[in-house]
């Protein structure tokens, strides 16, 4: 019923930019927490960045100052904005939606398929 589709990956170089979106249907986007998760293969999927449904907004200290998280309620899309991206940023970036802790994989219900951003040196 929940469906999160993300879109917006790429390969970029050392320093460049991406922007991602994911479009939830099938839930009250409002009412929900929304989170950014990365998995770079043979690693655990960790936290990048939440948003809370008020728009309080959380940042692994990894991409503080680099990533921004927001959402369009309107829309119902959450987006993360990417600046100065390193190749430590490499991976398969997830989206999802809950209403439990915000920084790990068990407050989130539901998932998106992922898409991979490359950033090459």
């Known amino acids: 019923q929940v469906q999160l589709e993300e879109s917006g990956g790429g390969l970029v170089q050392a320093g460049g930019s991406l922007s991602l979106s994911c479009a939830v249907s099938?839930?009250?986007?409002?009412?929900?927490?929304m989170g950014w998760f990365r998995q770079a293969p043979g690693k655990e999927r960790e936290f990048v960045a939440a948003?809370?449904?008020?728009?309080?907004?959380y940042y692994a200290d990894s991409v503080k100052g680099r990533f921004t998280i927001v959402r369009d309620n309107a829309k119902n899309t959450v987006y993360l904005q990417m600046i100065s991206l390193k190749p430590e940023d490499t991976a398969v970036y997830y989206c999802?939606?809950?209403?439990?802790?915000?920084?790990?994989?068990?407050?989130?219900?539901?998932w998106g398929q992922g898409t991979q951003v490359t950033v090459s040196s």
């Open positions: 999802a939606t809950g209403l439990g802790v915000l920084y790990g994989p068990q407050g989130y219900d539901y």
């Open positions: 099938g839930r009250t986007f409002s009412a929900y927490n």
């Open positions: 948003i809370r449904w008020r728009g309080g907004t």
